[in-house]
């Protein structure tokens, strides 16, 4: 049994994404030299989400088998794969690999559906036995080391999340190269763009900064669901935690909505800087299903009717 051996508990298994959306091929992303960090880093966090460290499974490859993107995983601790299926059973990876995608590729949404396998084994079709999947994954002993091209894009990342913890105190999340990235609003920032454009609604936009007009609109329209597009928000960016947000509420309950509203986007863009966007506000109002705020945004309701 798993339990009566002395070695450590190791395990293997097999994650396939696909996205239903016939705009975004995972596979081509990946192979795509520019595009391939921000999928890897996409990746990387929301493995951290569902196991709760960035150590909790290890990626041993990435394979690009059209229209599906595979990722090897390997789980060094049985506490830490009981959490990964957890979180694989509630969806709740599935969620959080959508969100870090569509905010790494600085899109709208991605869509994808996902299964698991171990061996000959698809997982998808046991979840609610547990200690069944764990058995399935802890008999495919790992059969390679990290790929030469995983170990590369864990280091040059872990260096940008040190760059982005020491320097920005931001864990910023949209695609920017990783060797060095931008510090917003700092004279000694480098000046190495954002994604420069997105895609929303089958449409091609510049992903510029928010400006003056768009916090406004946004302010104004928004009403109570402010809270909400600032939780969206806050999974990229630290200042927007919920101590933040109700303390915001209640400053300035007198002043209304707003106000609330306005003083939230005002504590995004003072933060995030030149990576305060206008793709990472749409994606959050998108999100929520404010969809007439974004084309209004975009300026969609003065050229065109929008379905």
């Known amino acids: 049994k798993m339990a009566g051996s002395s070695a450590p508990w190791i395990g293997s298994a097999y994650l396939f994404l696909q996205s239903t959306c016939k705009t975004i091929t995972l596979p081509a992303l990946y192979e795509s030299s520019q595009k391939k960090p921000c999928v890897f880093k996409a990746l990387k966090l929301a493995l951290a989400d569902c ?89 495919e002993k790992p059969d390679r080391l990290p790929d030469e091209e995983i170990t590369e894009l864990e280091e040059c990342l872990k260096s940008l999340m040190l760059h982005q ?91 209304g909505l707003y106000e609330q509203a306005y003083q939230m986007l005002l504590r995004f863009i003072q933060s995030e800087g030149k990576r305060a966007t206008i793709a990472r506000l749409v994606a959050a109002l998108e999100e929520n299903g404010l969809v007439s705020l974004a084309e209004e945004l975009l300026g969609l309701h003065a050229t065109e009717d929008c379905s």
Not at 167 to 176: F, I, L, P, R, Y
Not at 207 to 236: C, E, G, M, Y
């Open 51 to 139: 196991t709760g460290s960035v150590s909790g499974v290890d990626m041993l490859k990435v394979h690009c088998s059209h229209p599906h993107l595979i990722v090897q995983l390997k789980f060094c601790k049985q506490e830490n794969c009981r959490r990964f299926l957890r979180s694989y059973r509630e969806g709740a990876l599935q969620k959080s690999l959508q969100s870090h995608l569509q905010l790494s590729l600085a899109t709208t949404t991605v869509p994808l559906e996902v299964e698991l396998k171990a061996g000959s084994e698809h997982l998808d079709k046991m979840l609610k036995d547990e200690d069944r999947c764990l058995e399935c994954i802890y008999r």
């Open 165 to 255: 913890s020491t320097n920005n105190n931001v864990a910023g999340k949209d695609c920017s190269p990783l060797k060095s990235p931008p510090q917003p609003y700092s004279p000694q920032g480098s000046s190495l763009p954002t994604q420069l454009t997105f895609i929303f609604q089958g449409q091609l936009f510049d992903n510029r900064t928010i400006t003056p007009d768009d916090h406004q609109k946004f302010a104004k329209s928004v009403s109570k669901k402010w809270k909400q597009v600032a939780r969206s928000l806050q999974k990229s960016c630290r200042a927007l935690r919920d101590p933040v947000l109700d303390n915001l509420a209640l400053e300035y309950e007198r002043e």
